[in-house]
């Protein structure tokens, strides 16, 4: 009796501080704005309430890595493109985010979109041949948007299936707190089978992640300056892509002027190694071909066409300067561009292909990072995707 006791005053503890947490954040927590769509803060796509709180009519989930960390100072970025725009592009990724993560936040955010188009950029260094690794999956794995995709009824049984036994693969290991967390998560809204207890603590346990979530997104929301906002602008802006173009060029020629046409500051970072860099990768012959983040890919396009969602592949090149500097060849860089078109092709989706600028100058910051150039142009393909019909 003294425990039953105990345990009731500390459920009642409980649900009183997640009351209060509750209130509090709720009165701090960004919502309807812009300024949140394009923050690149790393940790926003694990929040499936802050994504859902910010979604509105012109956002679609705009997917990548380590890419919206870099040029945020610059005229060049999305934040600033389209910081006039109707156009709202929803940025979720950094480093060490890959396709099965983008599934499955896709998934879970799928009921707050009112646009039904997503964007994936595809990065090719997630195409090695460990595909995504399990330290780096599990340090951007969230269980609030794993649990939100198996509660999305739309979503087949296969591809959950999928997802679930790349997800335990994946976290074996590396986090079994967690990995016994998504074995609940899954027995109690996939398969149904919880019982009375289980069900309770799957309840309990995703109230308190989504108050953490908000609770952690309110106070970066705080020290970054963005508060609740004002919606979107009236009429619409299209940047102007062409006078974008010409201050890249001009940006380029003035601070870019080095072997790969890179960023002076990421060059002088990489000058003091390039001794142990060149012909580093001559004997990569099969390089980015044969990876299982290719299956991982596939499980995103199969979540698209499942939940009704028009897709965009963004195919980034390589910098063809660095990677012929190392050695690798160009036989492989083709073979992957190829391998990226016949999946598009398997799922007759849209790809907008950038392949053919692998030698464009200033189109990268550094070695793998799109720049001036680069960030123009995606943002303008992003922006034509978005005013298709």
Aim: proline share 3%; hydrophobic share 35%; glycine share 6%.
């Amino acid at each position: 009796m003294k425990r039953m006791k105990a345990f009731l005053a500390a459920l009642l503890l409980f649900a009183v501080t997640v009351a209060g947490c509750h209130i509090y954040i709720q009165g701090r927590i960004a919502v309807d704005n812009p300024g949140f769509s394009t923050w690149p803060e790393e940790t926003k796509g694990k929040s499936l309430a802050g994504l859902q709180e910010n979604m509105n009519e012109g956002s679609f989930p705009v997917f990548g890595s380590s890419e919206f960390q870099h040029g945020t100072e610059t005229i060049y970025h999305p934040a600033s493109i389209f910081s006039e725009s109707r156009f709202n592009p929803m940025l979720i990724g950094a480093g060490y985010y890959q396709s099965l993560g983008h599934a499955i936040t896709l998934s879970a955010l799928e009921g707050s979109m009112e646009q039904r188009k997503a964007v994936l950029i595809l990065s090719p260094q997630w195409f090695r041949k460990t595909g995504v690794v399990d330290q780096a999956y599990a340090s951007r794995f969230s269980e609030t948007l794993y649990a939100g995709m198996l509660a999305n009824e739309k979503l087949s049984d296969e591809t959950k299936n999928y997802i679930s036994e790349r997800t335990h693969k994946l976290l074996q290991g590396v986090d079994a707190k967690t990995l016994e967390h998504v074995t609940l998560h899954e027995k109690v809204l996939w398969k149904k089978n919880g019982n009375g207890l289980e069900n309770a603590q799957e309840e309990l346990w995703n109230r308190f992640l989504h108050e953490k979530e908000l609770f952690s997104m309110s106070t970066l929301q705080n020290v970054a300056g963005i508060r609740r906002g004002n919606g979107l602008p009236e009429e619409e802006q299209e940047p102007d892509w062409d006078a974008l173009l010409q201050q890249a060029q001009a940006d380029g020629e003035q601070e870019n002027q080095n072997e790969f046409f890179i960023d002076d500051s990421s060059y002088k970072l990489l000058e003091p190694y390039l001794n142990t860099k060149k012909d580093m990768n001559k004997d990569a012959v099969n390089g980015y071909q044969k990876s299982p983040e290719y299956d991982d890919l596939r499980c995103f396009l199969q979540v698209c066409r499942e939940l009704e969602i028009t897709p965009m592949l963004v195919l980034i090149p390589v910098n063809g300067y660095y990677y012929d500097f190392t050695g690798f060849p160009k036989t492989a860089r083709e073979g992957y561009y190829e391998k990226i078109r016949a999946v598009a092709k398997e799922y007759d989706v849209q790809i907008a292909d950038f392949s053919d600028q692998e030698y464009t100058k200033y189109f990268f910051e550094d070695r793998v990072h799109i720049g001036k150039k680069g960030w123009v142009m995606v943002c303008e393909s992003l922006y034509q995707f978005y005013q298709e019909n």
